[in-house]
């Protein structure tokens, strides 16, 4: 079958072996793919990405062997493998969380060399993790489930109260995401900062109540508007009279070096950092300065089964603004030019594969 | 009067301005104090450590002019000055948070150049933070309240609860005063690490359940008795299934660079990291790691009053293995030689000055 495969540190657009369904799996046509920060990382420096992956004990990838990326997709059922339940029958549009269960053991679906992410025509999936996608749903839209859970999970980790203010730092597709989720939760006020005014835009369409251009003003010059101490001394000073205090909730949502120690410097003291940018790099930060202010870091990672089928759910009942977020698709041959393109996003959200 | 005074980056003891007592204010003769980890660094390079301070929005230290250190202390009163209630008489011995307010309002006791701290035969301090040390308390003992409020502090900060496993890295006064605050409120069990073998027996004395030599054996080998997954994917696999999760609490007492990144590379998926060591220099991280794992930091820094009163309370009821953190006591004359043993402290605990 055609995929667009990565080989040999390239991505190419070829030929690879047919999906062949283990137990438990179903054959399933790929409808559309989303392409993610993860894979522009992957392709751009596949060595550093496996070794990443190897230092926390993701199962084996080998950048010497074919990989085929894809991990945000939904898919049509076309077979069904053996010890299968056949619950849903052939042609049922579905979506996945990107894992599969081969004779080695628990893969990534889009980080394997033995399964193909959704960047071919044919993919195998694991029946029993499979949703379907409501009727009512396009098949472009339900393709955002996977980078959408991504900030359900985040919103979820935070512990955000009611009331309690948030920004969202950074409004690529996992801000976004971020911004979706505190919104269908019924959180706010949110603040989201972009250098980018398209990114802005789609931050508004989102549900962001203010949106904010850091080359124009700091984010966190807005804090005291909404009863959060800026300077340490200023919230020792509320906490030993017994006047109520508000700490502020940020999702770091940008994932570069250099991003953290900005918000160590930056952010009011208390202030709870959750961590949805992927930096694939080291980073340097002060110590001092954290201890100092009590910040709190939380890292976040993907999702949990639940989380996924939560957001799959919230697409159905519609999301505000999602439908904004797909700023251009291509066919499998156009994929390459897509990564080449998504290397400097400029004004693009998510580009879309359609195998 | 006498002092150990920081002038020109040297520790000399000689003669300083006699205290006058404010609005609000007495004078206490001090009777112990301890030198603390920060007044090392703060010697060491205190214009690196005025600039620090500065970072955060603490009130400005000037490296140029005379500094007193001395922040743990135990003292007696010996006058009121103006606007005081006096409800303390003179010969009480009390101890205080080391904050005072003066006509250019808060200053830190034991860093500034306005007030001086313990290292000096009187000190000024705030009459309406005096707490009154218990008679059946030593005077020494008095002197750890504040180092062993920072272990109270930071305890509170992590949100641990009961027969959550827990770790503390570094058994220095710090650490140890984690371990106290952990047992003192019934937690464990409580998992200590150190090179050193005389920590290692302090640590066991204030009640650690184990104590682990990093240089024989990882703390993190340990985990698993406890039921804590010590992969991710081990971890996510417990979750997909609903088996019971326990994720650790480990308490970061050392302070040196180098210390996180460690921690995010061998701690188990989801420790939550209470930061209490306090690193003055630049650190570097891999955050993709800390993702990968969702790692959490918590940096804990000081305490609230309550959480000072409530130390002394502890220690007045007595805190197991307190009575041994004491190694060593000097003269004012003394207080340079023993900043200077301090820089490679061995097997030392806590020195202190007895001016």
């Given at each position: 079958m055609r995929a667009a495969v990565t080989r040999g540190g390239q991505l190419v657009v070829g030929e690879v072996a047919d999906v062949t369904p283990g137990s438990g799996h179903v054959v399933a046509r790929s409808l559309a793919a989303g392409i993610c920060g993860s894979d522009l990382h992957a392709l751009a420096d596949f060595t550093h990405f496996a070794g990443l992956l190897d230092s926390v004990g993701v199962p084996a990838l080998d950048p010497a062997h074919d990989c085929v990326f894809g991990h945000?997709?939904?898919?049509?059922?076309?077979?069904?493998?053996?010890?299968?339940?056949?619950?849903?029958?052939?042609?049922?549009?579905?979506?996945?969380?990107?894992?599969?269960?081969?004779?080695?053991?628990?893969?990534?679906?889009g980080y394997s060399n033995?399964?193909?992410?959704?960047?071919?025509?044919?993919?195998?999936?694991?029946?029993?993790?499979?949703?379907?996608?409501?009727?009512?749903?396009?098949?472009?839209?339900a393709a955002l489930t996977e980078p959408?859970?991504?900030?359900?999970?985040?919103?979820?980790?935070?512990?955000?109260?009611?009331?309690?203010?948030?920004?969202?730092?950074?409004?690529?597709?996992?801000?976004?995401?971020?911004?979706?989720?505190?919104?269908?939760?019924?959180?706010?006020?949110v603040l989201a900062a972009d250098f980018s005014p398209t990114r802005r835009r789609l931050a508004e369409a989102f549900g962001a109540d203010e949106v904010i251009d850091p080359a124009a003003s700091s984010p966190h010059d807005r804090?005291?508007?909404?009863?959060?101490?800026?300077?340490?001394?200023?919230r020792a000073g509320a906490a030993m009279f017994g006047?109520?205090?508000?700490?502020?909730?940020?999702?770091?949502?940008?994932?570069?070096?250099?991003?953290?120690?900005?918000?160590?410097a930056d952010a009011p003291p208390h202030s709870r950092i959750v961590v949805v940018g992927v930096c694939m790099h080291s980073d340097t930060i002060e110590p001092f300065m954290a201890v100092v202010k009590e910040?709190?870091?939380?890292?976040?990672?993907?999702?949990?089964?639940?989380?996924?089928?939560?957001?799959?759910?919230?697409?159905?009942?519609?999301i505000p603004g999602a439908n904004l977020l797909v700023t251009s698709?291509?066919?499998?041959?156009?994929?390459?030019?897509?990564?080449?393109?998504?290397?400097?996003?400029?004004?693009?959200?998510?580009?879309?594969?359609h195998p």
């Open positions: 945000e997709f939904c898919a049509e059922i076309v077979d069904h493998g053996p010890d299968t339940s056949r619950t849903l029958p052939v042609g049922t549009r579905i979506c996945s969380v990107p894992v599969i269960v081969g004779g080695g053991g628990v893969e990534q679906i033995i399964f193909p992410g959704a960047l071919a025509e044919y993919m195998a999936l694991q029946e029993m993790l499979l949703l379907p996608v409501p009727d009512s749903l396009g098949t472009d839209m959408l859970a991504v900030g359900e999970h985040a919103v979820g980790l935070s512990g955000l109260v009611p009331g309690q203010p948030s920004l969202v730092v950074g409004c690529g597709p996992v801000g976004l995401a971020v911004i979706a989720a505190l919104k269908g939760r019924g959180h706010g006020p804090w005291s508007s909404f009863g959060v101490a800026r300077t340490v001394t200023e006047q109520a205090i508000t700490d502020p909730v940020i999702f770091e949502a940008v994932g570069v070096p250099g991003m953290l120690q900005s918000l160590i910040i709190e870091f939380r890292f976040s990672f993907g999702y949990t089964p639940a989380e996924f089928a939560t957001t799959l759910e919230r697409l159905g009942a519609g698709s291509v066919d499998l041959a156009g994929t390459p030019g897509a990564f080449e393109t998504l290397r400097t996003p400029g004004e693009h959200g998510k580009i879309l594969a």
